[in-house]
């Protein structure tokens, strides 16, 4: 059984996060408008990346570790992972609960989504599939759960790193609420020099780089904006201060460019924020679980202190 639930839509709300985002004294776009079908894709190469060590790190930990959350109650109910992201770690997983009866991957690329959807349902013809269109940086209530099953959110990827701080404990208290008594899987990462941070989000391939640069296109393409690709570049620095890998778009000139019928100015060497990508170790990222209302019952790292995944009980 598939089903395709568009709780929001998300062309209501681009154009005008673009350009609040633009008019501001630090320019910034949200991370989350990375992810359209073409970023999506890019982002899956980048997984692929010899410098990129979140994805195949995290995903030796799920396999070494899976049978011990298939005990985690939600593990034999519904599965929710919220974006659909790699389909090995998820396979992993769903090849592992073998009592699972529901998977709802929530993510704000429609195309992609169905991808994901449709695949899972080929390998898994006996698991109820319920894509989920929605941004769940948003409030999750309107999602379709099945309030009799417990739940198992699956939130890999550090993703919970793209966000600031106060917010990942927000977006915690509110995935907690959407779904009480839910238990958790998160990957976080850890902080490590320098070097091998700036080189995982910018690669000598330049794949990160196009995929950041594809938020520019996006813009032209929905927007009908004016942006000239070739006068921006990528960057990634690390933020020490912050412990945060910090992605920008930099103006190579002096610019004017033309969006959704507004005209947004940018000097020379000025940047747009694109993302951040926080790392935290267990300290800082137990406190910002206990805000978010959740109890910590594990945790998996890689024998290089590179990764953790966590365990989570909401309280």
Same mark, same amino acid.
């Given at each position: 059984?598939?089903?395709?639930?568009?709780?929001?839509?998300?062309?209501?709300?681009?154009?005008?996060? /673009?350009? %609040?985002?633009? &008019?501001?004294? $630090?320019?910034?776009?949200? %991370? =989350?408008?990375?992810?359209?079908?073409?970023?999506?894709?890019?982002? @899956?190469?980048?997984?692929?990346?010899?410098?990129?060590?979140?994805?195949?790190?995290?995903?030796?930990?799920? =396999?070494?570790?899976? $049978?011990?959350?298939? !005990?985690?109650? +939600?593990? !034999? *109910?519904?599965?929710?992972?919220?974006?659909? +992201?790699?389909?090995? &770690?998820?396979?992993?997983?769903?090849?592992?609960?073998?009592?699972?009866?529901?998977?709802?991957?929530?993510?704000?690329?429609?195309?992609?989504?169905?991808?994901? +959807?449709?695949?899972?349902? !080929?390998?898994?013809?006996?698991?109820?599939?319920?894509?989920?269109?929605?941004?769940?940086?948003?409030?999750? *209530?309107?999602?379709?759960?099945?309030?009799?099953?417990?739940?198992?959110?699956?939130?890999? +990827?550090?993703?919970?790193?793209?966000?600031?701080?106060?917010?990942?404990?927000?977006?915690? #208290?509110?995935?907690?609420?959407?779904?009480?008594?839910?238990?958790?899987?998160? *990957?976080?990462?850890?902080? &490590?020099?320098?070097?091998?941070?700036?080189?995982?989000?910018?690669?000598?391939?330049?794949?990160?780089?196009?995929?950041?640069?594809?938020?520019? #296109?996006?813009?032209? $393409?929905?927007?009908?904006?004016?942006?000239?690709?070739?006068?921006?570049?990528?960057?990634?620095?690390?933020?020490?201060?912050?412990? !945060? /890998?910090?992605?920008?778009?930099? %103006?190579?000139?002096?610019?004017?460019?033309?969006?959704?019928? @507004?005209?947004?100015?940018?000097?020379?060497?000025?940047?747009?924020?694109?993302?951040?990508?926080?790392?935290?170790?267990? &300290?800082?990222?137990?406190?910002?679980?206990?805000?978010?209302?959740?109890?910590?019952? *594990?945790?998996?790292?890689?024998?290089?202190?590179?990764?953790?995944?966590?365990?989570?009980?909401?309280?």
């Amino acid at each position: 059984m598939t089903k395709h639930v568009s709780p929001v839509p998300q062309d209501q709300t681009f154009r005008a996060e /673009v350009l %609040s985002g633009l &008019k501001a004294d $630090r320019k910034f776009l949200s %991370s =989350k408008w990375l992810y359209d079908d073409v970023g999506s894709h890019l982002f @899956e190469a980048i997984t692929e990346l010899d410098a990129y060590y979140p994805t195949r790190t995290e995903f030796t930990i799920l =396999k070494e570790n899976a $049978r011990q959350y298939a !005990r985690l109650p +939600g593990a !034999r *109910g519904a599965m929710v992972e919220l974006g659909s +992201g790699s389909s090995r &770690k998820t396979d992993l997983l769903l090849g592992t609960f073998q009592d699972l009866s529901v998977y709802m991957p929530v993510d704000i690329s429609a195309n992609h989504l169905k991808e994901a +959807g449709e695949r899972v349902r !080929r390998a898994y013809p006996s698991l109820a599939v319920i894509p989920v269109t929605a941004d769940f940086t948003q409030p999750l *209530g309107n999602l379709p759960l099945l309030p009799e099953l417990p739940v198992l959110v699956f939130f890999p +990827g550090s993703t919970i790193g793209n966000f600031e701080r106060s917010e990942a404990a927000a977006l915690l #208290q509110r995935i907690r609420d959407a779904m009480p008594g839910a238990s958790m899987i998160v *990957g976080v990462d850890r902080p &490590k020099s320098e070097d091998i941070l700036v080189t995982a989000y910018d690669d000598p391939a330049g794949i990160t780089a196009a995929f950041n640069q594809n938020l520019l #296109q996006r813009i032209n $393409r929905e927007l009908g904006a004016s942006i000239d690709l070739q006068s921006f570049t990528h960057k990634a620095i690390w933020n020490a201060a912050e412990s !945060r /890998v910090e992605m920008h778009l930099v %103006s190579l000139k002096d610019q004017d460019v033309e969006i959704g019928g @507004e005209t947004i100015s940018f000097r020379q060497d000025e940047t747009i924020h694109t993302e951040n990508s926080h790392k935290y170790d267990e &300290k800082a990222f137990a406190e910002i679980a206990d805000e978010g209302g959740w109890r910590i019952l *594990g945790q998996d790292t890689d024998k290089d202190g590179l990764f953790s995944v966590y365990t989570l009980q909401a309280v």
